[in-house]
């Protein structure tokens, strides 16, 4: 469920920024303030996060009895990002 929201955040944001990049000559406003990007100045790259803190999630519960240090590792993909 926090990939399918990540995705979710990611597409919305992504989606209201080219409809802003569209339409931004007409409306003479340098920046995006509206939706999402209301609350965040990258909200697509809050949902790049969560995605991959979802995909982290999962992969952490199987790697963690095998080998701790590769659950570690694997969370350097969100923090990367």
């Known amino acids: ?3 399918l929201v990540g995705f979710l955040i990611e597409s919305v944001a ?3 920024r080219h ?3 569209v339409t ?3 409306r003479g406003r340098p920046f995006l303030n509206t939706g999402l990007w ?3 100045r990258h ?3 809050f949902g790049e996060i969560l995605l991959w803190s979802g995909i982290w999630l999962s ?3 199987g790697l963690l009895p095998i080998n701790p240090l590769y659950s570690l590792l694997a969370f350097s993909s969100p923090l990367i990002t």
């Open 1 to 3: 469920s926090m990939w």
């Open 14 to 16: 992504d989606n209201q």
């Open 19 to 21: 409809r802003y990049n």
């Open 24 to 26: 931004k000559q007409a």
């Open 38 to 40: 209301r609350y965040s």
């Open 43 to 45: 909200p697509n790259y």
């Open 59 to 61: 992969a952490a519960h």
